[in-house]
């Protein structure tokens, strides 16, 4: 039962400096991700840029009888922005299945790469078809960093700290928000052509990630599964130290890779089997309600909003500027509370609030804007009160969902199936960004203030969810994961049966322990190495391009010079009188360049799932870094929107490649102990990057004409990190085992766990692992929806499928949108997304610190709630204060001042939950013969989402207009519900073990249990 505490084991491993460095340069995936979020919102606000390419939202915003919420309601205008995650959601499935061949590491390396080249589509766009390709490419590199970067990290982190550790994905997400949102805001004032800057500076985290990916090994677990037994060992020593022993946590990988083998064929159909039932339940729901928080589409369209309420396209880019600090703030909380707390407590604390602040901000805007035709705009005490509000809900989001949507699905996945499971996770993900992206403008068009109240609802839903379904995993081992489930009062009857319960019992006597909520781990005796923690930090810098992504793009987007230059249309709805507060950004070109991304990240994630297997997961990396770099340098260069949907699918692709191998490289080569804070590292990155860019936008916002080009352009600054720190650190020994060189694995993992360490056992059951995995290794995405890993795909995909319903990646990406659309100047739009980029980083470094002490359900569970109570919070003020009269176009200040108060706080629970464990625990649930399919599932999935979420976002606000948030807060509701219920507990749970976890959960355990019988099989959990 979730909660029941068990002797887990503990291997020993600390938290060395190689584990810290990998699970970095893996979780610097995170920024390209969070840099195309927070940038993409500002751009679509940007009067250049809506000039340029969107004219008719233009003539909008300006024309008098136009309804509030409707300003940015255009359909190309949301198809620009959307259409990256239909590309990530379809990568991160490839991914998947090409991570089992290259390892984690090359998929990273691949999605920065495409995302770099994506970047450089856009900033040199001239045209819309342009913006599109762009984002496509990013949407194909957001794909395979997502489906790569959240397994590398929780393969990597020590058991202890895995979802610190993963959280830092989140970390450099919302850091790469941040970056682009402060990016947005120095743009915006740069006339003509700020937005290209803007869109070109992703090619910053993308070059980071391409670079860092270069440098990074693959992770024990995908090199051991690779067939690289002795880099698997090598690598797993060199992360856990040199003096670890490393010899129970190896042999644990090698075990549970063999069994993983004996079941591997078809790791996606044996995903839907019964004995993965609990997995798939998570795989579905996770990322489902974290894009039904509406966070998604609060940070992409956070200037939007702004606009909305009354604020100008600096003062809007400003707001999302500081949402983005706030969120940084709280990742960074959410990373030290994570290992701590746990991740339910975490999960419930930042939902609660989260709701509270919807239901504030949907009040606000109901009362006083657009209640009346002559209301356009809100007055400016309830404005600032407006992004008080969103604000404290970016906070609870920061500290709950956002960081925890990579923890949890990192982690749960059995080995066979955990890139399959963290496949689809991330490819639900991504669906729903892409589909929130594309109706939310419409939506808050339609409903508006209710919008809020909608979200708010699903907060609520997913709160008692992770309440009732997901157990904990602090501190659980990957590879004893299965014992989580087969305590948990639900889960249990689908993993356990005797030979399961005789196999746990002998764990507990011998090597392999297990925690179903709050033990201790048990540790193969690697301590926390420098090898460990530079290894980690590389690949976490993964996390660099998806938040500089994040961040930057909903400032550029908002920028007038960039919409001038490509989007006239909206920047004269922008001005238009008439235009409905929440329509002004509804323009299906604009929602096009923000969306292309996340598609081509689908599509990519799951060509990285395949290619990792055969490359690795660090050459991963470094191609996703790659392109991305590439991505970055063509939005920046952007002459059209042509070039700008180029730019962005590049940038897709480059994260697609990192978001599929960072994570599982950080999963794999960190300590059990602290796997979950070094996986959750990506999604500092993440945040760090979404930071970056806020800030960035914050000062480009002031360049005349072509600010935007200098925010886009510096997404090549993580992209360059990420592909020169990627040739500087080894594959992981999974993956280096997993490739055949089970030589360099065990140096590797002797390099990790640090000289000294005896990393034999470690070793051994990575060995085994992979072994068991090669047994089954045919057809992973097949055997992934199979009865024995049903409840590794249910995670897998829930994880992500909740992520994106938490709305927080419309808010990362829009939230100048949403500063501008509640009345916000452009520059003080972005600036608000600076503060919620830093809220955002504050609440993931919180989770990175306690993941691993909490647990991850605490997390997800408090930061669902928080995130509901904030989307309802902020649906009332909308509904209150926005566009309830046709002429009533703003917020007034202190409710839109509010709002974004409500933004940074449902941020901080997003970055203290779902943001850096969204990351954790698809990297970690998953057996090691699905482990890349899985990955890519959820990518895929994670990034489909999110082209569906910014693809319909601006329309969804349009046409929901308050009543968005409402939606995102009942998923949210939902989504804490499934995590409370179906998500067993995976803290200090080593990633080779994790079978046990489902098995002892109350229901999953039917499942497992049932697919033990049918193979015959009882793993020796034993020393060899």
Known sequence: MAGTAEAARDYGGGVTAVVVVNCLIAASCGLIFGYDIGVTGGVTQMQSFLTKFFPEVVRGMHGAKRDAYCRYDNQLLTAFTSSLYIAGALSSLVAS????????????????????????FNAGAVNIAML?????????????????????????????????????????????????????????????????????????????????????????????????????????????????????EFKDIVRAVDEARRNDEGAFRRLRGEGYRHYLVMVVAIPTFFD???????????????????????KAILGSLILNLVNLSCVVFSSIAIDRVGRRVLFITGGIFMMLCQVAVSWIMAEHLGKHHAAATMAKNYATGLVALMCLYTASFGMSWGPLKWVVPSEIYPVEIRSAGQA???????????????????????????????????????????????????????????????????????????????????????????????????????????????????????????GYDTGVTGGVTQMESFLSKFFPEVLRGMKSPRRDAYCKYDNQWLTAFTSSLFIAGTLSSLVASRVTRAVGRQAIMFFGGVMFLT???????????????????LLGFGLGFTLQSAPVYLSETAPARWRGAFTSAYN????????????????????????????????????????????????????????????????????????????DAEFKDIVRAVDEARQNEAGAFRRLFSK???????????????????????????????????????????????INSMTNLASTLLSTSVMDRTGRRPLFIVGGLGMMLCEVAISWIFADHLGKHQGVTVMPRSYATGVLVLICACTFCFGLSWAPLRWVVPSEIYPVEVRSAGQAVSISVALCLSFVELQVFIALLCALKYGVFLFFAGWLLTMTVFVAVFLPETKGVPIEAMRSVWAGHCYWKRFVNDADQKDGRVVDEGTD
Not at 105 to 114: C, D, K, N, V
Not at 149 to 168: D, H, I, M, S
Not at 732 to 743: A, D, F, K, Y
């Open 97 to 120: 299945r090409v991570t089992r061949k290259v390892g984690r590491q090359a998929i990273m390396l691949t999605g920065g790469a495409l995302f770099l080249v994506g970047s450089a």
């Open 132 to 248: 599109i390709i762009g984002r496509m490419l990013l949407g194909v590199g957001v794909g395979f960093t997502t489906q790569a970067a959240p397994l590398y990290l929780a393969e990597t982190a020590p058991t202890r700290w895995r979802g610190a550790f993963t959280t830092a994905y989140h970390f450099f997400l919302v850091v790469g928000t941040l970056a682009a949102t402060v990016t947005n805001y120095f743009t915006d004032r740069i006339p003509g052509w700020g937005w290209r800057v803007s869109l070109g500076v992703a090619g910053v985290p993308a070059a980071v990630i391409v670079v860092g990916a270069l440098f990074v090994p693959d992770t024990p677990s995908s090199l051991v599964l690779r067939g690289h037994k002795e880099k698997a060992r090598a690598s797993l020593q060199r992360i856990r130290g040199a003096d670890a022993d490393v010899d129970a």
């Open 292 to 314: 039904l928080t509406g966070m998604i589409v609060i940070a992409v369209f956070a200037p939007v909003l702004f606009r909305t309420i009354g604020f100008s396209s600096q």
């Open 424 to 546: 689809l996770t991330m490819s639900i993900a991504l669906t729903l960004s892409f589909t929130q992206t594309q109706v939310f403008i419409s939506m808050l068009c339609a409903m508006k203030y209710a919008i809020f109240l909608f979200y708010a609802g699903w907060v609520l839903t997913m709160t008692i969810f992770i309440a009732l379904f997901l157990p904990e995993t602090k501190g659980v081992p990957l590879e004893a994961m299965r014992s989580v489930w087969a305590k948990h009062w639900y889960w249990k009857r689908f993993v356990n049966d005797p030979k399961l319960d005789a196999q746990l019992q002998q764990c507990a006597s011998s090597t392999i322990g297990f925690v179903a909520g709050g033990g201790t781990a048990q540790d193969y005796g690697g301590g926390v190495t420098f090898s460990v923690v530079v290894t980690c930090l590389m690949a976490a810098f993964c996390g660099l391009i998806f």
């Open 631 to 649: 991505g970055s340098i063509i939005n920046a260069a952007a002459v059209n929107i042509a070039m700008l949907i180029i730019g962005r699918m």
């Open 684 to 759: 500092a990155f993440v945040v760090v990057g979404i930071l970056s860019a806020t800030i960035t936008n914050y000062l480009t916002n002031r360049i005349p004409g072509w600010g935007w080009r200098v925010s886009l352009g510096l997404a090549a600054v993580p992209g360059t990190i990420i592909v020169v720190g990627s040739l500087f650190i080894p594959d992981t020994p999974s993956s280096l085992v997993l490739r055949g060189h089970p030589e360099k694995a065990r140096a590797a993992l002797q390099h990790i766990r640090g000289a000294g360490a005896d990393v």
């Open 788 to 834: 024995p890993y049903r409840h590794c795909l249910a995670v897998g995909l829930g994880i992500p499928l909740f992520y994106e319903f938490t709305g927080m990646m419309g808010i990362a990406i829009f939230s100048p949108v949403l500063f501008r659309t509640v009345g916000f100047s452009s520059q003080k739009a972005i600036l608000g997304s600076v």
